[in-house]
């Protein structure tokens, strides 16, 4: 059964600080989806990595993976209030009944404060 | 707008009784799949149709069910219904099951069972 981890799952960061979240799988996959989701909104696609090495950017989110090491980061440069959401990360990979299958993490809360 | 329509947004309803929840996806996409998000158990998948077809199972009970018609909209039904059963149903859609496509979100059902 595919595993994903994603850590912190709470983080309260300042303004104009940066940081990183994670989030480890446990069996091979070379697609990682990220989704950013508003309270009681729905999710919002953000990145699709698919490849080893992808990294992809949008305004003050860098996205990556490293499908060796079964890891994806989320970094956040410069935080402002407006990133405040929850972040999930979802693996993509074949279940045993030979069907395609998006798991998702548990979800980082996000919180930044001024 | 992510494109992908469900309804009702809000729905309250006692126990024991059933439900039924609409989507319908993007234009042009044949895969539809149902999540449950909950507090505790985060975001669950349920299962996937494409054109018409089940093609995964996810942790579905077995008083929940689903379909996807001819015009490609599809229902989730809920009976029996249980306080557990109170969550966030979103549906997702995409053009077909498999690596590399990007799932759009809905804005989901609240269901609240009391």
């Known amino acids: 059964e595919l595993k994903v981890e994603q850590n912190p799952l709470f983080l309260s960061m300042q303004e104009g600080k940066n940081y990183t979240i994670y989030c480890n799988y446990s069996?091979?996959?070379?697609?990682l989806y990220w989704y950013r989701q508003d309270p009681g909104k729905s999710l919002e696609s953000l990145f699709v990595?698919?490849?080893?090495?992808a990294v992809k950017q949008e305004g003050r989110l860098m996205a990556s993976l490293d499908t060796k090491a079964r890891l994806s980061t989320l970094h956040i440069t410069a935080a402002v209030h407006d990133l405040s959401a929850t972040y999930f990360c979802?693996?993509?990979?074949?279940?045993?009944?030979?069907?395609?299958?998006?798991?998702f993490g548990k979800g980082t809360k996000l919180s930044v404060i001024p | 707008d992510s494109g992908v329509t469900q309804t009702p947004k809000h729905l309250i309803t006692a126990t024991g009784q059933r439900v039924t929840l609409r989507c319908s996806p993007r234009?042009?996409?044949?895969?539809v799949y149902w999540y449950q998000q909950s507090l505790d158990q985060g975001l669950q998948f349920l299962i996937q149709?494409?054109?018409?077809?089940?093609?995964a199972k996810g942790n579905i009970l077995e008083r929940f069910s689903a379909q996807q018609f001819p015009d490609l909209h599809s229902e989730l039904n809920l009976s029996s219904l249980e306080l557990g059963d109170s969550a966030l149903y979103f549906c997702?859609?995409?053009?077909?099951?498999?690596?590399?496509?990007?799932?759009?979100f809905g804005q989901g059902t609240r269901l609240t069972v009391v």
């Open positions: 979802a693996v993509g990979a074949y279940s045993g009944a030979g069907s395609y299958q998006l798991t």
């Open positions: 990595l698919l490849s080893n090495g």
């Open positions: 234009s042009g996409d044949l895969s």
């Open positions: 149709y494409y054109n018409g077809e089940e093609r």
């Open positions: 997702a859609s995409s053009v077909r099951p498999g690596v590399g496509t990007e799932a759009f």
């Open positions: 069996t091979t996959s070379d697609r």
